[in-house]
Nanobody
Framework: QVQLVESGGGLVQAGGSLRLSCVAS????????MGWYRQAPGKQRDLVAI???????TYADSVKGRFTISRDNAKNTLYLQMDSLKPEDTALYFC?????????WGQGTQVTVSS
């Protein structure tokens, strides 16, 4: 059972930056895919970005060029650097780990971008 704890959310003005962190309860060397998802009120949970264990990344079109996902396997931590934030980025952001055909989720961290 992998436990994930997100942090780094908050309130920021449009154009600002935030960095989200997600610390796993165990080594992430064996977790092939980790990612960030977000869910706005009344909407479904959507993919933001994913990263494989070898560093390959995939981004949602809406965040390409503004967000950067990274992982530090030695620290068991996943990051999401978010720059040039827009009001439409406002959502609850979740960390995800996919291992051995099972999804693990954190509790989420709220990001609110004011215009």
């Amino acid at each position: 059972q992998v436990q994930l704890v997100e942090s780094g959310g908050g309130l920021v003005q449009a154009g600002g930056s935030l960095r989200l962190s997600c610390v796993a309860s165990e080594s992430i060397f064996s977790i092939n895919v980790m990612g960030w998802y977000r869910q706005a009120p009344g909407k479904q949970r959507d993919l933001v970005a994913i990263i494989t264990v070898d560093g390959s990344t995939t981004y949602a079109d809406s965040v390409k060029g503004r967000f950067t996902i990274s992982r530090d396997n030695a620290k068991n931590t996943l990051y999401l650097q978010m720059d040039s934030l827009k009001p439409e980025d406002t959502a609850l952001y979740f960390c995800n780990a996919y291992r051995r055909f099972k999804d693990y989720w954190g509790q989420g961290t709220q990001v609110t971008v004011s215009s």
